[in-house]
């Protein structure tokens, strides 16, 4: 069943500043094969317009904001990231687009998969395919 979460992580605050982590399997729901992060996006471009058909995934804007676009074939929905202490978790199978980056964000993404260029659907229309099949 397929999923999308706002998580809220830990925030240790103190005088000298504020602290977060996520551990694999306690703050998300998998354990993390690869992380990676998108950074130095030029104004107005977009990232991802694609889906996994197993990676799962948590993303966090650890600086700036961008918004996460999750479609599941049928509806879409945007989740707006712009603090350090949540993050958006994605599960397997859901197409999804990244925008509106603002100057210096940075997207960190922890992946439940190894990179594989295999498991990414990137054509709409063969992911509406898709989607009709994993539906029934
Ligand atoms: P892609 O996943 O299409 O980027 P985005 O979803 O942010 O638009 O990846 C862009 C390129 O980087 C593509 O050629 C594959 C490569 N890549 C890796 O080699 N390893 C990785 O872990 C990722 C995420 C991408």
Redo the contacts with the bound molecule.
């Keep these: 069943m397929e999923q999308v979460k706002i998580m809220h992580l830990p925030k240790i605050e103190d005088q000298r500043g504020n602290l977060s982590f996520i551990e694999e399997e306690n703050h998300i729901p998998f354990k993390v094969k690869?992380t990676?992060w998108?950074y130095d996006v030029p104004g107005g471009q977009l990232?991802?317009?694609?889906a996994f058909k197993e990676q799962q995934e948590f993303i966090v804007a650890l600086s700036g904001s961008f918004d996460v676009v999750i479609d599941n074939g049928k509806t879409k929905q945007t989740f707006t990231l712009n603090r350090s202490y949540y993050g958006l978790y994605i599960s397997a199978g859901l197409w999804r687009q990244m925008q509106n980056f603002s100057t210096n964000s940075l997207a960190l993404i922890m992946s439940s998969t190894h990179?594989n260029e295999l498991d990414y659907i990137r054509d709409y229309q063969k992911y509406k395919k898709f989607r009709r099949e994993y539906d029934r």
């Design positions: 690869r990676y998108i990232r991802g317009g694609h990179y």
